[in-house]
């Protein structure tokens, strides 16, 4: 039976000593002491899952740490599969959550040194108690200025979970004006995924828009209730906007199409997996993945078909934070409806993983390992976006400051939609983009959203 398992359970090792090794061939031995069996146990679950197993070294050094046996054991090719202790080795994350906050680093035509911009902000979180909103700026970090010299000390800072300082300015005549600066502690507050539903509307078209910020089946109830919403106001199209989505389940994904796309039906495949030799390449249909969800909410395909839009085509908004089961929509979407994308290529993980732990009693290994399982690819067997997937429309939210609030009609992503919608002259009760003489010129050098590995491709029995 094809295997989806969100964490997998391990009773006892994969393979005994030289069971990978041809006939013949030299026996890799099998270590006797205790780091040694840890790194066995790593060794044995790569090779059994991983998707570049074959490229797995044949005698790898087991004296190694092993955090640093794992790196050893990855394909030049990996830039997602990571492994923990839960102590001094940690899962790749980014300042949202953790402090709850995005922000790029720019570059200001006559400042020497690097502004820090907030892009979205995690209510609840301490960012948000802090009072920092999106197009909030920052100059200093722990009381040091923000340059290329210590840029990377900076982004590391804002990764490790300590409580750190940053100091806000504003611009204003010319100047940065630097005011007290705040603390920020780990404290990311559980959001809903559902960030805004509105609907846009000119000359007998209703243009729905949905910021869905994450796969979370958590809220999968609000999904749906949502395209209730745009339903009700008869939209006849759809802006949906990824640009910070870090990814998440595939079930939600698939609930996501089954509303969106009228092309696709319960039995149509929704996404199909190709892994190693082991776990070889087969498709699974919608209601297959929606099967698999932890969430009741429109588990059942008759449930999403009555909220589905009518819909000829769909406006995708992405960014390099576009990551996983956001970019599985991109892609999947596309045999079913027209993808009309906006903003810029996505982060480039076409790839599904699952965590891999020791559930022996008692435990005798206390690491955890995600590597890369499964590459994943469209109905048409269109997939291979490891660089990410290309808008139709490139535009850059980060070409000036203010930035202009996420799903207005002044939000570039947005703004283009709308034009492509209702003409480049948009409706007079629109409020449309204006150059204006308080905008100030930036260049991003560096994103926090776009820095991470994104959330992994969930997937459940």
């Known amino acids: 039976m094809f295997r989806l398992f969100c964490t997998v359970m391990l009773a006892f090792l994969l393979f005994a000593a030289g069971s990978c090794s041809k006939k013949g061939a030299a026996v890799d031995p099998y270590p006797a002491d205790s780091l040694g069996r840890i ?20 005698f790898p050094d087991y004296s190694l740490q092993t955090d640093l046996f794992f790196k050893s054991l990855l394909s030049s090719k990996d830039r997602f599969s990571w492994i923990t202790n839960g102590g001094s080795v940690e899962a790749a994350s980014n300042s949202y959550f953790i402090y709850g906050f995005q922000y790029a680093l720019v570059s200001v035509t006559g400042y020497n ?41 900076i982004i590391r800072q804002l990764k490790t979970g300590t409580q750190v300082s940053i100091t806000p300015a504003v611009y204003s005549n010319g100047n940065w004006m630097t005011s007290a600066a705040v603390k920020l502690t780990n404290r990311y507050a559980g959001e809903n995924a559902v960030h805004a539903v509105r609907n846009f509307t000119a000359g007998g078209i209703s243009t729905g828009y949905l910021f869905y910020n994450s796969f979370d089946e958590n809220y999968d109830a609000a999904l749906l209730q949502a395209f209730t919403k745009l339903q009700q106001a008869s939209v006849k199209e759809l802006i949906l906007d990824l640009r910070y989505n870090a990814g998440g389940s595939v079930a939600s994904s698939a609930k996501l199409a089954a509303m969106i796309a009228s092309g696709i039906t319960a039995d149509a495949t929704w996404v199909i997996f ?188």
């Open 113 to 153: 040194g690097y502004i820090g911009v907030v892009t979205l902000v995690n209510t609840g979180s301490s960012a948000d108690k802090a009072g920092l909103q999106r197009g909030s700026c920052f100059v200093q970090v722990n009381n040091a200025g923000i340059n290329e010299q210590n840029k990377n000390e």
């Open 274 to 461: 190709e892994g190693n030799r082991y776990e070889g390449k087969r498709g699974r249909s919608l209601q297959t993945m929606l099967n698999t969800s932890g969430n009741n909410a429109g588990k059942q395909f008759s449930d999403l078909v009555t909220r589905r839009l009518s819909l000829k085509r769909v406006f995708i908004l992405t960014t390099a934070a576009t990551y996983s089961a956001a970019e599985l929509v991109v892609n999947n979407l596309k045999p079913y409806i027209e993808v009309i994308q906006i903003g810029e290529s996505t982060a480039g993980k076409d790839e599904a993983s699952f965590t891999i732990e020791d559930y022996r009693v008692p435990k005798q290994v206390m690491w955890k390992i995600q590597p890369t399982v499964y590459k994943v690819f469209n109905s048409n067997s269109q997939g291979a976006y490891s660089k990410g997937i290309n808008p139709l429309y490139p535009v850059n939210e980060l070409t000036q400051l203010p930035l202009y609030n996420i799903g207005t009609t002044a939000d570039p992503l947005v703004n283009k939609a709308l034009q492509i919608i209702y003409g480049v002259d948009l409706p007079d009760n629109f409020i449309t983009l204006r150059n204006t003489s308080s905008s100030l010129p930036i260049q991003p050098v560096y994103r926090s959203a776009a820095d991470g590995n994104g959330l992994q491709m969930i997937l459940k029995p």
């Open 39 to 58: 790194n066995r146990w790593v060794l044995d679950s790569m090779r059994r899952y991983y998707y570049w197993s074959d490229e797995i070294p044949a």
